[in-house]
């Protein structure tokens, strides 16, 4: 069932870019947040640099009371910071099946196996992919694929949900179905929820808080609804034109 | 050129490498090469090779393996020349191969004292027979697990530290599996390279037997003595080793 700690995800860093540097000052609360801004804006870094994957120069970040950075002497390895993350192209593991790769983050949380089978089996069920549990990563949809890697993050039961570009691997076609089932999945788990993208129309279909990044400044922090009209930049002018 | 031109240079090439393999198992029928085989020297011989090849192969992939991620995850100082000191053996003449261990790590070698000093004495021991073979064999492993490793995607490994294994469960289960392929043919090819080395052997471990009498040693004392059947019936043996390694090769890169 989804979990409703609702603890924040505060987020202070610095860190240097080959063409600029990322900053960053905000608190994510539980719902989703989608970050928007053109590619190479440090979307990605910022997502990676709170999983734990990279360290910021300076800064701290903490999950609730629990400071994970704080550069450069503490450093909680992305194993222990329990962040659910769905990776561009979603990083399935090509050698492991549907189900062996949704139950990979129990295994490594030692989780008791019959208790895993039954988590897997409940969260393959949720997703609708139950009937692709003994298929192996290549034989999926970029949509089947996507929700294997949505079930991987979420059975881990995560403090926080980050999703890369997920929509992005998707033909024009399926893209706004999938991006509607999405909206609607997300809105069940009560955790922070951080959804990074290039097209300013998925900050329209999650409808709630939006936080561009340009040239990794946040440029704008505002709901969805208030960013329209705004021409500020290039970028946040395109709000205006859907 | 024609298409006869090149057939026939092609016919004239493989019968080149061929022929010589089959007048080998024309030179013997099945009775003298069992007597051969079975002799008390030849089986020695390949006893020896047996051993000092697994260790050698254990060797290479407890070294080797870390060295290969190294080289294909990593950004350091000196890498490049990590790189050029790792291929040197595989473009290194054997007998120059052997001189060179003999002149590190013989009596009279550079650390030859130092060794002494702490009782030990490699030159001409069988732990002799496994430096040669591990000088000149695990390039071959540690370029193709180099080349297997780096053919993982890295955020493969960033999925599974996120979902909850850390550096070492992350490679125990993500990027070994992946890179198996490479891993096991690297590991063939070193094994069979170990299992043929001849010039650093015979420099470096001399050529006595149960100590250093290796299969392709003891072919060519076989010769040098006259028992041109045993040492053609030993030869046969490392032809069949090599079809069998060549199989696995190749099965592996389809």
């Known amino acids: 069932m989804p979990r409703s700690d609702g603890a924040a995800f505060t987020v202070a860093i610095r860190k240097t870019l080959r063409d600029f540097e990322l900053r960053v000052d905000v608190a994510f609360t539980s719902g989703v947040t989608v970050i928007v801004g053109p590619s190479g804006s440090g979307k990605?870094?910022?997502?990676?640099?709170?999983?734990g994957l990279e360290r910021p120069d300076v800064g701290h970040i903490a999950i609730g009371e629990r400071l994970v950075e704080r550069a450069p002497q503490i450093h909680v390895a992305p194993k222990e910071r329990g962040v659910g993350f769905v990776f561009q192209d979603y990083a399935l593991f090509p050698h492991l099946s549907v189900t062996e790769n949704v139950a990979y983050g129990l295994c490594a949380h030692r989780i008791p196996k019959p208790e895993r089978d039954r988590r897997v089996a409940a969260m393959l069920e949720r997703l609708d992919i139950a009937p692709l549990a003994r298929e192996r990563p290549r034989k999926l949809s970029s949509g089947q694929r996507q929700r294997v890697a949505l079930a991987r993050a979420l059975v881990i039961e995560p403090q926080a949900l980050f999703l890369d570009e997920p929509l992005a691997a998707l033909d024009v076609l399926t893209r706004s179905r999938v991006r509607a089932e999405l909206a609607r999945l997300l809105t069940g788990y009560l955790i922070p929820t951080l959804l990074v993208s290039h097209d300013p129309a998925d900050a329209a279909?999650?409808?709630?808080?939006?936080l561009v990044i340009e040239r990794g400044t946040v440029i704008a922090d505002a709901p969805y609804s208030s960013l329209r009209g705004s021409t500020q930049t290039a970028f946040l002018a395109t709000f205006s034109e859907m | 050129m024609g298409r006869g031109a090149a057939v026939f240079a092609s016919a004239l090439l493989v019968a080149f490498i061929a022929i010589p393999v089959l007048a080998l198992a024309l030179r013997t029928d099945p009775a003298t090469f069992v007597r051969s085989v079975a002799s008390e020297g030849a089986r020695t011989a390949l006893l020896l090779s047996l051993v000092t090849t697994t260790i050698t192969l254990a060797l290479a992939l407890f070294l080797g393996t870390p060295l290969a991620h190294l080289l294909a995850r990593s950004e350091f100082a000196g890498?490049?020349?990590?790189?050029?000191?790792?291929?040197?053996?595989?473009?290194?003449p054997p007998a120059v191969a052997g001189l060179a261990l003999l002149v590190a790590f013989g009596r009279r070698g550079l650390l030859g004292p130092a060794l002494a000093g702490g009782g030990i004495q490699l030159s001409f021991t069988t732990t002799a027979v496994v430096l040669a073979q591990l000088f000149v064999a695990v390039p071959f492993y540690i370029r193709a697990a180099r080349a297997g490793f780096s053919g993982v995607e890295p955020t493969l490994e960033d999925a599974s530290a996120t979902l909850g294994y850390g550096a070492f469960g992350t490679f125990v289960r993500v990027t070994v599996p992946l890179a198996l392929p490479s891993l096991i043919g690297g590991a063939v090819l070193t094994w069979a390279r170990a299992l043929g080395e001849f010039g650093a052997t015979i420099m470096f471990a001399g050529n006595l037997p149960g100590v250093s009498q290796t299969v392709p040693l003891a072919v060519y004392l076989g010769l040098e003595s006259g028992d041109v059947e045993g040492a053609v019936a030993l030869s046969l043996v490392l032809v069949a080793v090599s079809m069998i390694v060549l199989a696995i090769v190749k099965s592996l890169q389809r």
């Not at chain 1, 990605?44 to 999983?51: E, G, K, P, S, V």
């Not at chain 2, 890498?79 to 290194?92: E, G, Q, S, T, Y």
């Open chain 1, 44 to 51: 990605t870094m910022l997502l990676r640099t709170m999983a």
């Open chain 1, 205 to 210: 279909a999650f409808g709630g808080r939006v």
């Open chain 2, 79 to 92: 890498k490049r020349i990590v790189d050029a000191v790792v291929d040197l053996p595989i473009v290194l």
